[in-house]
């Protein structure tokens, strides 16, 4: 089983619509998640990031987090075209020092059809 | 928010040749950059590790005599993939760590990636 299981669809909505991504993971250690947005041929850039279990909202997007389920999830609420890239998980355990590296999921290709 | 540039942002090669990739903080300091490796459709995969002034921890199965890393200064990494060979054909994208330790968040700046075609 991989760390982080991401469904890398391709998922396509139009318009407007309430758009549901989400992201399991096995290890119990990971403390801070992150969604990362990255459209085609560029490098990702952070949308939000979320500490333990709870929800986070900014503009149209909502972070979730359960860890009792290990699932997190993203929504974008009134969905636009420009909304149209790949969306990456990514975890991180916490604890600094020398460790700071992130466990990416494999990315799930939204296209919003206008 | 920090700007992490690379460069160049593509090039095509011959096999046999290598191939530097530069990575730069350019409005903070690094003293840890990372490398990754995106193959299409895919999630970014670690590479290295790279920390200013001393030598990068490679991943599992990423060789270290081919994917060369120097961290010179703390706004400059550098990845040299030597010898290439058609299979090293990738995006590979570096991300700069914002002073780890000011905030409690990890916060990874990513460059814009370089697609690298091995010919």
């Known amino acids: 089983q991989k760390e982080v299981e991401q469904d890398p669809g391709p998922l396509s909505v139009p318009e407007g619509a309430i758009v549901s991504l989400n992201c399991t993971y096995s290890?119990?250690?990971?403390?801070?998640f992150m969604w990362y947005r990255q459209y085609s041929r560029k490098g990702p850039e952070l949308l939000m990031y979320?500490?333990?279990?709870g929800n986070k909202e900014d503009g149209r997007f909502t972070a979730q987090v359960d860890k009792s389920s290990k699932y997190i999830s993203l929504f974008i609420r009134d969905s636009q075209p420009c909304d149209s890239a790949t969306y990456l998980c990514?975890?991180?355990?916490?604890?600094?020092?020398?460790?700071?590296?992130?466990?990416f999921g494999k990315g799930t290709l939204l296209t919003v059809n206008p | 928010g920090a700007v992490v540039s690379q460069h160049p942002s593509r090039v095509i090669c011959k096999s046999g040749t290598s191939v530097k990739i530069e990575c730069r903080s350019l409005?903070?300091?690094?003293?840890?950059m990372f490398w990754y490796r995106q193959f299409p459709k895919q999630s970014l995969m670690l590479m290295a590790t790279?920390?200013?002034?001393?030598?990068?921890?490679?991943e599992q199965g990423v060789e270290k005599d081919k994917f060369l890393i120097n961290h010179a200064s703390l706004t400059l990494s550098t990845l040299t993939v030597t010898s290439a060979h058609p299979e090293d054909s990738s995006f590979y994208i570096c991300?700069?760590?914002?002073?780890?330790?000011?905030?409690?968040?990890?916060?990874?700046?990513f460059g814009p990636g370089t697609r690298l075609t091995v010919l």
């Open positions: 409005d903070f300091q690094a003293t840890t």
């Open positions: 990514a975890m991180w355990g916490g604890g600094g020092g020398s460790n700071y590296k992130l466990t």
């Open positions: 790279s920390n200013e002034g001393s030598k990068a921890t490679y």
């Open positions: 290890n119990s250690a990971f403390q801070y």
């Open positions: 979320t500490y333990s279990s």
């Open positions: 991300s700069a760590l914002d002073r780890p330790g000011r905030s409690s968040y990890n916060e990874q700046f």
